[in-house]
């Protein structure tokens, strides 16, 4: 009688087994998709097909075109869910990233150091020459093309003209974090280090491996890029991608992780030239105050973002394989990266999926 319960046992476990693999192998994880370079083709995903609410679907268009939307995408595994163009903007037309596109200058910082050309942990002057600043030349040489990633130059950043006159003292390179323009000095570095021009090893070495379109522009003393909608959601999909085009690495993964981890132990919600979303606290632009919590609380916790002025956002969120893009005019007031935008647009993209 033992013998045979022990055999039944046995049975029923084997049984079990081959039923959970079964399983598995019936629901593969879908594929990263990653549409042609050139042409308008990319696979899309319904809502249905996900089983997410189609009803929270109208609330958050609504609100998107409310707020002065001109576009809004989200990708799932790289396909397209949702593509919306609002007020005569559409698929075709260019629209500034604004800062939203430090991002650009912190890859294509990262892939000139995989190339060998530069170190970021060096000092800027020594690919642009001393004398950048109106520092003391000890001052000057404690900032590192790191500082300039991580906006802990030390530098004033009361004015956006990084001239040398403009550039004056503040701290000691590390000390402070502060939203700067000055960041756009690393365009100039990686330009010399290249010996080439900056749009041009931009669009050799990221934009055209990518399938972009687009150019960058200068506005005052800012340089800008421009591009389509679905340009900016391939920039976004190769981040959720760590940096790699299908098999295609273009940005190791290595700076990958450092860019989108905490880089510095001041605002704790900045990587390099990317916000972070989930820490324990965070600075905002032009502010010397630490702000507890997460960044946008109603969104996922691991996000990471390129946030620009009124309201220019790419967010990646690796935990559920997602891009969101939204371009247009400022949702309500005129801001520099972040506002009370982030949270509601949150709750209504939540309502999709739960």
Same mark, same amino acid.
């Given at each position: 009688?033992?013998?045979?319960? +022990?055999?039944?046992?046995?049975?029923?476990?084997?049984?079990?087994?081959?039923?959970?693999?079964?399983?598995?192998?019936?629901?593969?994880?879908?594929?990263?998709?990653?549409?042609?370079?050139?042409?308008?083709?990319?696979?899309?995903?319904?809502?249905?097909?996900?089983?997410?609410?189609?009803?929270?679907?109208?609330?958050?268009?609504?609100?998107?075109?409310?707020?002065?939307?001109?576009? +809004?995408?989200?990708?799932?595994?790289?396909?397209?869910?949702?593509?919306?163009? +609002?007020?005569?903007?559409?698929?075709?037309?260019?629209?500034?990233?604004?800062?939203?596109?430090?991002?650009?200058?912190? %890859?294509?910082?990262?892939?000139?150091?995989?190339?060998?050309?530069?170190?970021?942990?060096?000092?800027?002057?020594?690919?642009?020459?001393?004398?950048?600043?109106?520092?003391?030349?000890?001052?000057? /040489?404690?900032?590192?093309?790191?500082?300039?990633?991580?906006?802990?130059?030390?530098?004033?950043?009361?004015?956006?003209?990084?001239?040398?006159?403009?550039?004056?003292?503040?701290?000691?390179?590390?000390?402070?974090?502060?939203?700067?323009?000055?960041?756009?000095?690393?365009?100039?570095?990686?330009?010399?280090?290249?010996?080439?021009?900056?749009?041009?090893?931009?669009?050799?070495?990221?934009?055209?491996?990518?399938?972009?379109?687009?150019?960058?522009?200068?506005?005052?003393?800012?340089?800008?890029?421009?591009?389509?909608?679905?340009?900016? $959601?391939?920039?976004?999909?190769?981040?959720?991608?760590?940096?790699?085009?299908?098999?295609?690495?273009?940005?190791?993964?290595?700076?990958?992780?450092?860019?989108? %981890?905490?880089?510095?132990?001041?605002?704790?919600?900045?990587?390099?030239?990317?916000?972070?979303?989930?820490?324990?606290?965070?600075?905002?632009?032009?502010?010397?105050?630490?702000?507890?919590?997460?960044?946008?609380? %109603?969104?996922?916790?691991?996000?990471?973002?390129?946030?620009?002025?009124?309201?220019?956002?790419?967010?990646?969120?690796?935990?559920?394989?997602?891009?969101?893009?939204?371009?247009?005019? $400022?949702?309500?007031?005129? /801001?520099?990266?972040?506002?009370?935008?982030?949270?509601?647009?949150?709750?209504?993209?939540?309502?999709?999926?739960?």
């Amino acid at each position: 009688m033992t013998k045979t319960i +022990f055999k039944l046992l046995i049975l029923l476990t084997f049984i079990s087994c081959s039923k959970e693999s079964s399983d598995d192998q019936s629901t593969p994880a879908e594929t990263m998709y990653f549409p042609p370079l050139t042409g308008s083709t990319w696979e899309t995903k319904s809502i249905s097909d996900l089983k997410w609410n189609q009803n929270a679907v109208q609330p958050l268009l609504d609100y998107l075109e409310l707020k002065h939307s001109k576009s +809004f995408i989200i990708l799932v595994n790289g396909r397209i869910v949702l593509e919306n163009y +609002f007020n005569n903007h559409s698929a075709t037309t260019n629209w500034y990233w604004a800062s939203a596109g430090k991002t650009l200058t912190s %890859t294509m910082t990262g892939i000139a150091q995989q190339e060998g050309l530069l170190n970021i942990n060096n000092k800027v002057s020594d690919y642009i020459g001393t004398g950048w600043t109106s520092e003391s030349p000890a001052q000057e /040489n404690l900032i590192t093309c790191k500082h300039l990633l991580t906006m802990t130059s030390g530098l004033d950043e009361s004015t956006d003209d990084v001239d040398p006159a403009s550039l004056v003292y503040k701290a000691d390179a590390g000390k402070r974090w502060a939203y700067h323009n000055v960041y756009v000095k690393l365009q100039d570095v990686v330009a010399k280090s290249s010996n080439q021009t900056w749009e041009n090893y931009f669009n050799t070495k990221l934009r055209d491996k990518i399938g972009m379109n687009g150019n960058w522009v200068q506005l005052g003393v800012n340089s800008v890029y421009t591009s389509t909608t679905r340009s900016m $959601a391939r920039f976004g999909l190769l981040m959720l991608n760590k940096g790699k085009w299908e098999n295609t690495t273009i940005l190791n993964e290595s700076y990958f992780n450092e860019a989108t %981890t905490t880089s510095q132990n001041i605002n704790l919600g900045y990587g390099y030239l990317w916000w972070l979303n989930g820490k324990a606290n965070y600075h905002l632009p032009q502010s010397q105050l630490t702000i507890p919590g997460s960044i946008i609380p %109603t969104a996922p916790n691991d996000m990471f973002m390129a946030l620009g002025k009124n309201d220019q956002k790419i967010y990646v969120i690796p935990s559920k394989n997602m891009v969101v893009i939204r371009m247009g005019d $400022a949702a309500d007031d005129v /801001n520099l990266a972040l506002s009370d935008f982030d949270k509601t647009l949150w709750e209504k993209i939540n309502a999709l999926y739960q």
